[in-house]
């Protein structure tokens, strides 16, 4: 009968231990699966046109995205996502025509010739990041949790912005033909037909 008591309480003991214990991985699967479900819901919402966007030749596109529990400031997110994209891909422009200019006109790395067309460069290609233009946006709803597991709504927007480069490389020739001797150079090299070639390229599609 003592050996029945023992058993009946350790019997009761493992069952308590157990159901205790199942508790944490319930909760730790159902947060699993509620984080699936939203993964699967940001991929679901982002718009075919900001995932494939349509490039127009003679423009410089840059893509977006911010989340928040403000609708602005997941505006705002997304438009330094923008900024950002446009400034890498601005300067990868940059920099391959500063290596095309340097290896075409022979000059030293540490020139003068050299530092005033990567002032110009940078200046013009700065102003045309800071002037992008928003060519389509979307603010989509996301349900989320916070860290207790409450559901919350966060807002989720989505920007394509793009940058004239016609008008941005019009800029950078005006600004050539103001210094004498990078004028000299750069007609002197074949970066001068390169750049015209491009205007011309896109001349035929947008009126510059």
């Known amino acids: 009968m003592k050996f029945i008591k023992i058993s009946m309480g350790v019997f009761l003991t493992s069952l308590l231990f157990n159901c205790a214990g199942s508790k944490p991985e319930s909760n730790a699967s159902g947060r699993a699966s509620l984080f699936s479900e939203q993964v699967a819901e940001v991929i679901a919402n982002e718009p075919d046109w900001w995932t494939n966007p349509d490039e127009k030749e003679g423009f410089v596109?840059?893509?977006?995205?911010?989340?928040?529990?403000?609708?602005?400031?997941?505006?705002?997110?997304?438009k330094n996502d923008v900024i950002n994209d446009l400034s890498q891909k601005s300067k990868v422009i940059t920099e391959g025509r500063t290596s095309f200019f340097?290896?075409?006109?022979?000059?030293?790395?540490?020139?003068?010739?050299?530092?005033?067309?990567?002032?110009?460069?940078?200046?013009?290609?700065?102003?045309?990041?800071?002037?992008?233009?928003?060519?389509?946006?979307?603010?989509?709803?996301?349900?989320?949790?916070?860290?207790?597991?409450?559901?919350?709504?966060?807002?989720?927007?989505?920007?394509?912005?793009?940058?004239?480069?016609?008008?941005?490389?019009?800029?950078?020739?005006?600004?050539?033909?103001?210094?004498?001797?990078?004028?000299?150079?750069?007609e002197a090299s074949k970066a001068q037909d390169k750049l015209q070639e491009e205007l011309t390229k896109y001349k035929d599609s947008f009126k510059y």
Do not use: H, P
Not at 146 to 160: A, E, F, N, S, V
């Open 61 to 78: 596109y840059g893509k977006g995205s911010g989340a928040s529990r403000s609708k602005d400031a997941s505006r705002m997110k997304a």
């Open 102 to 186: 340097t290896s075409e006109t022979g000059t030293d790395e540490n020139s003068e010739l050299l530092e005033k067309f990567d002032n110009v460069q940078n200046t013009v290609w700065g102003g045309a990041v800071d002037g992008w233009v928003e060519i389509k946006s979307q603010t989509v709803v996301e349900n989320s949790q916070d860290q207790q597991g409450r559901r919350k709504t966060l807002y989720r927007t989505y920007i394509l912005g793009a940058i004239d480069q016609g008008a941005a490389d019009k800029k950078l020739l005006a600004q050539i033909n103001r210094d004498k001797a990078l004028r000299a150079a750069f």
